[in-house]
C-alpha cells in the first residue's frame, strides 16, 4: 500500500509559478509511475503529466509551462507550473500506478491517490 501526500499548493497570481510535491511512502517507489491529475470547480478531474521511469508525458495544453519530475531517493514527485492561467484553478491530485503501460491518462489506471492541494490562479 502506497500512501500519497502533496503540498506546495497555494493563491499565485498569474504569470506566476508554484511547485507541487507528491511524497509516497510505503512500497518500492521506483516501480510505479507517477501522475498529476487537476479538478476545478464543476468540472471533472482531469490528466495534467505521467512520468514513468523517466519519459514524461503532458496534456498538450499544460506542454511547456507545466514540468513533471522525480526524484526516486527522495520518494517525491513533482509539478513545476509556469505561467500559471487563471484557468489552472484546481485542486491537484498526486496518483500512482504500478509500472505496465507506458502511458496512462485515464484515472483507472492510478490506484493510489493523495488528498488533493488546492491550487488558486488570480487574475
Known amino acids: 500500500q502506497l500512501q500519497l501526500v502533496e503540498s506546495g499548493g497555494g493563491l499565485v497570481q498569474a504569470g506566476g509559478s508554484l511547485r507541487l510535491s507528491c511524497a509516497v511512502s510505503?512500497?518500492?517507489?521506483?516501480?510505479?509511475?507517477m501522475g498529476w491529475f487537476r479538478q476545478a470547480p464543476g468540472k471533472e478531474r482531469e490528466f495534467v503529466a505521467q512520468?514513468?521511469?523517466?519519459?514524461?508525458y503532458y496534456v498538450d495544453s499544460m506542454k511547456g509551462r507545466f514540468t513533471i519530475s522525480r526524484d526516486d531517493a527522495k520518494r517525491t514527485v513533482y509539478l513545476q507550473m509556469n505561467s500559471l492561467k487563471p484557468e489552472d484553478t484546481a485542486v491537484y491530485y498526486c496518483a500512482a500506478r504500478w509500472r505496465g503501460t507506458l502511458v496512462a491518462v485515464n484515472e483507472e489506471s492510478y490506484s493510489y491517490w493523495g488528498q488533493g492541494t488546492q491550487v488558486t490562479v488570480s487574475s
Open positions: 510505503g512500497g518500492t517507489f521506483s516501480n510505479y509511475y
Open positions: 512520468i514513468n521511469r523517466g519519459n514524461t
